[in-house]
């Protein structure tokens, strides 16, 4: 299988093995109007196995949604054919819109226009807590 290179654009790498579509879910790539490519199992001396997702334009991306779905992730901005800038990610503090909590006594439950926030509340074990009512999100 041959993948070309992107000239400018995004490519999402080192992504945990099979995490790729609920990334490219996530972050809503099937909305835009350029090039996506999904890489799955791409052979990884590092890892074993890995996902990639290539994006053929420069957008804003939701670096705290890519973090919390696989922390490991790097970002590489390309432009002109040559990386630009590489950013390693990490588990983010708080993280909305992603996760919805199961609480079915949580006020987001009721209070519809209430964003879905969760805070870390452990870095080891990824536990997120909704900030509402401290209930614990289910694992990614």
């Known amino acids: 299988m041959v993948i070309t290179p992107i000239n400018n654009g995004i490519v999402i790498d080192h992504i945990t093995a099979g995490k790729g579509m609920?990334?490219?879910?996530?972050?809503k790539l099937a909305e835009l109007d350029c090039a996506v490519a999904i890489i799955m199992n791409v052979d990884s001396p590092k890892m074993g196995k890995k996902d990639i997702i290539k994006i053929d334009r420069v957008i804003d991306l939701d670096f705290d949604a890519v973090g919390y779905i696989d922390p490991d992730v790097t970002i590489n901005i390309i432009s002109d054919g040559k990386l630009q800038k590489r950013?390693?990610?990490e588990l983010p503090e708080t993280i909305t819109g992603v996760i919805k909590c199961a609480n079915p006594r949580c006020i987001t439950s009721?209070?519809?226009?209430?964003?879905?926030?969760?805070?870390?509340?452990d870095r080891e074990k990824h536990t997120y807590r909704c900030i509402y009512c401290e209930s614990k999100a289910k694992r990614r």
Do not use: A, S, W
């Open 22 to 27: 609920r990334l490219y879910e996530i972050l």
């Open 110 to 121: 009721t209070e519809q226009e209430l964003p879905q926030v969760f805070r870390l509340t």
């Open 87 to 89: 950013k390693h990610l």
